[in-house]
Antibody, heavy 120, light 109 residues
Framework: QVQMVQSGSEMKKPGASVKVSCKAS????????INWVRQAPGQGPEWMGW????????NYAPNLRDRFTMTTDTSTTTAYMELRSLTPDDTAVYYC?????????????WGQGTLVTVSS | EVVLTQSPVSLSLSPGERATLSCRAS??????LAWYQQKPGRAPRLLIY???NRATGVPARFSAGGSRTDFTLTITNLQPEDFGFYYCQQHSRWPISNTFGQGTRLEIK
């Protein structure tokens, strides 16, 4: 079955960077885009961006564009996100989520989430 | 940016009852709206897409409708496993925007 398995929790200091991985399996990796979504404690989810493993095209949420990068490695069917210049407001659970279908509008399945805590 | 407002914030119902959840968009999103279920400590799960289409494997007791700015998710014959948070999400193509509502918490008594 389709699975998205993410790397483990991270603790970072303000100003640092974090990189999270998302290993996909059970489907043709290049056929569906991958989204990154984060959820701060007690809040609704926030879409961060989308990447196509096929041609590496990306769409970034405007508020994160300057410090957020998504990449994919088709040889290992793994997606990565890197967020730089971290502040405590970036404390959240970060999820990767595959496009549900080829429209790219909806997300499923999701990874299990990676907790990123930013604190001095 | 499109803002989604969900109501009620919280809902407490008994098994077998019907739940009606609302999502209102600040501007028309046509039928580019989805609903997700999230249980504590778990990732969201897609329930409904394109405003009214059930995702693969979603039970028929989940139904949804609406268009433009007003949308509804209905859960009939509530089951104990239906507890959790429910979020709506919209997609806009230009400028690209994918926003979620703040959620409705559903408790099964």
């Amino acid at each position: 079955q389709v699975q998205m398995v993410q790397s483990g929790s991270e603790m970072k200091k303000p100003g640092a960077s974090v990189k999270v991985s998302c290993k996909a399996s059970g489907y043709n990796f290049i056929r569906f885009g991958i989204n990154w979504v984060r959820q701060a404690p007690g809040q609704g989810p926030e879409w961060m961006g989308w990447i196509s493993p096929y041609n590496h095209n990306t769409n970034y949420a405007p508020n994160l564009r300057d410090r957020f990068t998504m990449t994919t490695d088709t040889s290992t069917t793994t997606a990565y996100m890197e967020l730089r210049s971290l502040t405590p407001d970036d404390t959240a659970v970060y999820y990767c989520a595959r496009d549900y279908d080829t429209t790219g509008y909806w997300y499923d399945p999701w990874g299990q989430g990676t907790l990123v805590t930013v604190s001095s | 940016e499109v803002v989604l407002t969900q109501s009620p914030v919280s809902l407490s119902l008994s098994p077998g009852e019907r739940a009606t959840l609302s999502c209102r968009a600040s501007q028309s999103v046509s039928t580019y709206l989805a609903w997700y279920q999230q249980k504590p400590g778990r990732a969201p799960r897609l329930l409904i897409y394109d405003a009214s289409n059930r995702a693969t494997g979603v039970p028929a007791r989940f139904s949804a409708g609406g268009s433009r700015t007003d949308f509804t998710l209905t859960i009939t014959n509530l089951q104990p496993e239906d507890f959790g948070f429910y979020y709506c999400q919209q997609h806009s193509r230009w400028p690209i925007s994918n926003t979620f509502g703040q959620g409705t918490r559903l408790e099964i008594k």
